[in-house]
């Protein structure tokens, strides 16, 4: 999958932006991975064949071509699309459509796969800047074997620089995007095109009955071979996530009316090239231009990598954004780097660890070749989770023939899956252990994280006092009043927060104006503003606010409040009259321990180092007190 970017237009801007600026934008950022594919997968794909036989040539490049049929335009460009939350896509807006209304192990089912399969584009956004750039300076030493030596050294450099330009945002290097990908697919087909007319006969590959015969003839290899066909797929799951930003028909277009073409041709011609000089798969990509388009091309295919890893870089952003807001990460910071596009985020946690990982792949690896065994890994297993996700959504609310028909062309797709997914499996010593590794420690930590703030919720709900009645009771017999408003955050409403306890236990003073506000997070992507909050009045003096969240929106608590003041007048919301508490919690051991000691010790370590309070909600922090306290688990 390669989730990617938010550099598109939003949703609400769809109807009036021109269709050719969303066909172009689309080019830019949802098809960057799959686009520089073709620079190592044919290659990929033939390099362990002894001999260049004419038949396997064919036979794998008909398979290779089917499968993108198959998987990216049938499955991903015709059926996923159709899965979407309020507009959104990808793993984690998939996930939430999947488990809304249901319960028990079914529901946990889903969200374990879906967190797994969310965990896997950690290493999936690692591996891509790396075998990208690698692939494209790679040409380098089609050029002249003088400059192998510089291919990584050059390649540590642009990847360092694209790192640290990320923080000034990508909405001017945005721009460049989509008319630098269609002056790449534009040469994707040209150079395909040129060789496909020097040997017409590589288009008997589109006969699968080519596929066919390689698969009877060589059924283990034919096998094994998948292992190195979905290189050609990588990227898929952009289509799928990134359709919020551009809307489904631009994607579809974008897809059938140039990538899907520039791609086949450029395959093709690949195989052209091979059936006429078989020596040329030490790097068939690069020698399918003439000699004086060698340098160009280079340049060209290393601006186009950048876009590819761009692109990738900013999924990283966005489903680690979604697993903030949905609870399964700690807070982190979130900048915003564009004032006109929400979707233009910067994580500088993130960035920095995706940075040290690539480097360390760079430096390891040395070769696009030797990173392509560790790719497919993580592509196939978000492929999969994908599929076995639709089968919860996709079928819901068709009954009779309909069902039965969506159920048997989903159970194909996962066929298909499992294949792929399979034989990257056999790929794991060779550096499929990489993605499988990160997919498994970041599926710990979210999973871990979850867990504790269940059981933290489960903690105060156990010792509860009903607000209400609490309220009553305490205005019915006040300590001293003090003017102004008293915000008190708190995970549950209707229960007494533990920071309003501690404050009255060591300050004695209750504010005039008391509010208890909650922030919840919904199972879509953005809530209306008519939608956002819900005011409760508990006593003459005390309200109960509850405001709501899309899981793809950032939480403003003074932004909101503004908006309350408005509709509730009678309440006091002065900013500098309004004071906020919260509590930050200390995990300690308890006698009968919830979670076991390294979990638990985890848990503790992502709370210690999770963002602030203050600067996830926006609050003033001259405007904050804080009541620290021990929480056993």
Sequence with gaps: MTSSAQNGVQVNEHASSPKAALMLGAL????????????????????????????????????????????????????????????????????????????????????????????????????????????????????????????????????????????????????????????????????????????????????????????????????????????????????????????????????????????????????????????????????????????????????????????????????????????????????????????????????????????????????????AAAYGFAVTGTMLTTTILAFAVLPRGTTGGRRVVWLGILSVLLVVDILLFGANIFKIHEGGWLPLLVGVTVFSLMMTWRRGRYLLAQRQQADHQPLKEFMTQLEAFPPARVPGTAIFMTMNPGIVPASLLHNLKHNKVLHDHVLFLTIQVADVPHVALQERFTVEQVTASCWQIVVHYGFKEDPNVPDVLKHIAEAYPEIDLEPMRTSYYLSRQTVVAARKPAMWRGRRALFAFMARNATRSTKFFKIPPNRVVEMGMQVEL
């Design 28 to 371: 830019g950022v949802v098809y960057g991975d799959i686009g520089t594919s073709p620079l190592y997968t044919l290659r990929a794909c033939l390099v362990g064949f002894a001999d260049m036989d004419p038949a396997h040539i064919l036979g794998v490049l008909s398979i290779l071509f089917w499968l993108l049929m198959l998987v990216v335009s049938f499955k991903y460009v015709l059926l996923i699309l159709r899965a979407d939350n309020r507009g959104e896509g990808g793993t984690l807006a998939l996930l939430e459509l999947a488990i809304r209304g249901r319960a028990g192990k079914s529901r946990w089912l889903l969200i374990v796969l879906g967190i797994f399969g969310a965990s896997l584009f950690y290493g999936d956004s690692m591996i891509t800047p790396a075998i990208s750039v690698l692939s494209a300076l790679e040409g380098i030493g089609v050029v002249s074997h003088t400059f192998d030596d510089w291919i990584v050294p050059i390649s540590i450099v642009v990847l360092v620089l694209l790192f640290l330009i990320q923080s000034q945002g990508t909405s001017v290097v945005g721009k460049l995007f989509g008319p630098v990908m269609a002056v790449w697919f534009t040469t994707l087909a040209i150079l395909g095109g040129w060789q496909i007319w020097q040997t017409p006969q590589i288009l008997q590959a589109l006969n699968p009955i080519w596929g066919l015969r390689f698969v009877v003839d060589f059924p283990t290899g034919s096998f094994l071979l998948l292992g190195a066909v979905v290189l050609a797929l990588t990227g898929a799951e952009a289509l799928y996530a990134d359709m919020g930003h551009f809307g489904r028909p631009a994607i579809r277009r974008a897809w059938f009316s140039m990538v899907l073409p520039a791609l086949t041709l450029c395959y093709f011609g690949q195989g052209a090239l091979l059936l006429r000089d078989p020596e040329a798969i030490r790097n068939p990509f690069f020698l399918m231009a003439p000699d004086w388009g060698l340098v160009p091309l280079v340049v060209l295919a290393t601006i186009a990598t950048v876009v590819a890893a761009q692109a990738v870089i900013s999924g990283a952003y966005s489903v680690t954004r979604q697993a903030v807001q949905l609870g399964f990460w700690p807070r982190m910071q979130i900048l915003h780097t564009s004032a006109a596009e929400k979707g233009q985020i910067y994580l500088p946690q993130i960035n920095a660890w995706l940075l040290v990982s690539v480097l360390i792949l760079v430096v390891a690896f040395q070769s696009s070749e030797n990173l």
